[in-house]
């Protein structure tokens, strides 16, 4: 059984809101969905991701995190990755999905030990 609490704060910025994540993503990613879908509903202009404090994801949670950022641009939003922890970005990066959620040099990477 993959039991997880659901540990996400989302956070006002000028143009929108800032989604911290602090925790890993296992196989249950219902909670996040339904977080996912109220921020979604809001339609802010401007989505900061940040996954600082994420030390895994599993494919499952790539997922949701690529549908978050499609909903996003779909409405004419922004979705950018402020922060990530080293293992999710080699994650990300193994998937070739760091241009797609702006993980750039101006994101903050942590380690993680």
Known sequence: MDAQNDPITVTRIADGCRVS?????HTNVAWLESA?????????KLVE??????????????GVL??????VV??????????????????????????LLKVGPETVIVKVD
């Open 49 to 62: 991701l940040d996954l600082g404090k994420m030390a895994f994801t599993s494919s499952l949670g790539v």
């Open 74 to 99: 779909g409405y004419g939003g922004e979705l950018k990755t402020v922060a990530i922890t080293e293992p999710v970005l080699k994650i990300i990066k193994f998937s070739y999905l760091n241009g």
């Open 66 to 71: 690529v549908s978050l950022r499609n909903a």
């Open 21 to 25: 994540l602090l925790g890993p993503i």
């Open 36 to 44: 996912f879908a109220k921020i979604i509903a809001a339609k802010p």
